[in-house]
């Protein structure tokens, strides 16, 4: 019994093979959007002690894009671009005070996806990354016991290196989703307004916060 299933299973083993490798082979390409919300708010009241109160808000908008291309089976590499768009306020009652603050972020990058196909729909893959970026901060600061609105500006560049962990899904042919959240990060900011600093962010813990999702299309 066994021999007559052997030369089926074999041919089913072959055309699961074929129909994975077939979305990564070499000079297959694909593109991938992926949209982000995060808000958060917090209140703090103390009028029984007669203490300040205090409130914060803050949304965030952001939007991805990447398109690559198989330069070898399961090798893809490509260009990403994204936006992000943070808003918070705050405000303290004594002594009444408020602060808005907006932030721009634009970035492109080049990232490299090493795929491993576990079956027809579905592989894993590992990225590595690079991507330099710009970032301009607005805010407006409000005290009600000084005459007139203070505000401010500034702007910074930034350069950065990752590596991430992914997980592909076709629901269909050609239509995929990814799982991929960040293994290690590097990221070096400068800052050239209101004053020159540097910073160096360096992170190498996976969490949930680090989780993205996205939808993509191959042809």
């Not at 129909?19 to 959007?33: H, I, R």
């Not at 982000?36 to 029984?48: A, E, H, P, Q, V």
């Not at 409130?55 to 936006?83: C, M, P, Q, T």
């Not at 269909?172 to 990221?187: A, C, D, P, Q, V």
């Amino acid at each position: 019994m066994l021999s007559k299933k052997l030369p089926l299973l074999v041919m089913m083993f072959i055309m699961i093979s074929f129909l994975s490798k077939a979305q990564y082979e070499k000079g297959s390409k694909f593109w991938q959007v992926e949209g982000t919300f995060r808000g958060s708010s917090s209140s703090i009241k103390n009028n029984d002690f007669n203490f300040y109160d205090a409130e914060s808000n803050s949304h965030s908008i952001g939007l991805s894009f990447k398109r690559a291309v198989f330069k070898e089976d399961y090798l893809a590499k490509g260009w990403s671009v994204d936006y992000n768009l943070f808003s918070g306020k705050s405000s303290v009652s004594s002594p009444k005070n408020e602060s808005q603050t907006y932030i721009h972020n634009i970035g492109v990058g080049y990232f490299v996806d090493k795929f491993k196909p576990l079956s027809k729909s579905l592989a894993i893959y590992g990225e590595v990354n690079g991507k330099i970026g710009y970032s301009l901060v607005n805010g407006s600061p409000i005290y009600t016991n000084v005459d007139g609105n203070n505000t401010y500006a500034s702007d910074s560049y930034n350069i950065g290196a990752g590596v991430n962990f992914g997980v592909r899904y076709f629901l269909k042919k050609n239509l995929f989703i990814n799982g991929e959240t960040s293994l290690l990060n590097l990221n070096v900011s400068h800052s050239t307004s209101p004053s020159k600093q540097t910073n160096v962010y360096f992170n190498t813990i996976m969490n949930v916060s680090s989780l993205s999702i996205s939808i993509g299309k191959s042809f």
